[in-house]
């Protein structure tokens, strides 16, 4: 073996020795062991709730974990995906590896959610599921002893609410609501920032989002309520402004400085020319 082909092999072989393993440990699968509550109730409409998700296994690393809900009457919580929809049965709350900030393996995973109106003053989700990235899981239920005290910390007390009429009462003709973004130019200036309402005059929640030249960021996580509203650059900054169905109110009008259109599937967009 010549002087080349002996540097060439032993470079291979090094190159195959300290190489880290991808390879999935499919004996090592994920196991819940518990859910902290990190933030404490009673809560109010528009809180924010925090499940800390400890768990162990599940090499190389956790794809997603899902909070499975018992319906609208039981859950109380919403994301930004669900907000619309608080009034259907059997929604979740998803943690996912490819949406969600970066996570490094066997740290524990956190899901935030917002506090909504129900029909109750308490929500406990039936039961969570987390699985790796090889697709191996672990399903655990409140239906079991085991699982139900695994999952114990999912259970929240919601302060009483009028923003849904109880079962067994007529609901009542809906009032009219508004909510006010008057504080925003309608020609703003690139660079500016403006602090967005968390609930209509009423006491609604609203959810928004940004595209163009603006963007929203949050103090806790990126689906909360209200937001910091940046203009970032000359063009055209698109506001997605979400509002949740309520008995009570109607969709509200807007106070604003530009016009949105009637309110389709409880979401509507009003558009700010950016100047420089």
Request: a positive charge; hydrophobic letters at 35%; glycine letters at 8%.
């Amino acid at each position: 073996m010549t002087r080349r082909i002996k540097i060439v092999t032993l470079a291979i072989i090094l190159l195959v020795t300290l190489t880290p393993s991808v390879i999935a440990d499919n004996a090592n699968p994920p196991k819940l062991v518990s859910v902290e509550q990190v933030t404490s109730g009673s809560y109010s409409i528009g809180d924010v709730v925090t499940f800390r998700i400890n768990y162990t296994g599940g090499n190389p690393g956790i794809q997603s974990v899902t909070i499975r809900g018992a319906g609208s009457n039981q859950t109380c919580l919403a994301s930004a995906t669900n907000l619309q929809n608080n009034g259907s049965d059997g929604y979740e709350l998803v943690w996912n590896k490819d949406k969600n900030a970066k996570h490094i393996f066997l740290d524990p995973i956190e899901i935030s959610a917002i506090v909504v109106p129900c029909k109750r003053t308490n929500g406990f989700y039936t039961g969570l599921t987390i699985v790796d990235e090889t697709g191996l899981q672990d399903i655990v239920n409140n239906y079991d002893y085991y699982g139900s005290n695994r999952i114990a910390n999912l259970k929240i007390e919601v302060k009483p609410s009028d923003l849904f009429t109880p079962l067994g009462v007529i609901k009542p003709a809906k009032i009219k609501d508004s909510i006010s973004i008057k504080k925003i130019p309608k020609n703003p200036k690139a660079n500016t920032k403006y602090e967005l309402p968390k609930f209509t005059q009423g006491g609604v929640p609203v959810l928004f989002g940004g595209s163009g030249s603006c963007l929203i960021s949050k103090t806790t996580f990126q689906e909360d309520l209200g937001g910091t509203l940046q203009f970032t650059k000359a063009g055209y900054c698109k506001l997605f402004v979400m509002v949740l169905e309520t008995d009570k109110y109607l969709f509200p009008t807007f106070e604003a400085n530009v016009k949105f259109p009637i309110a389709k599937y409880q979401t509507v967009i009003g558009t700010y020319q950016v100047k420089k």
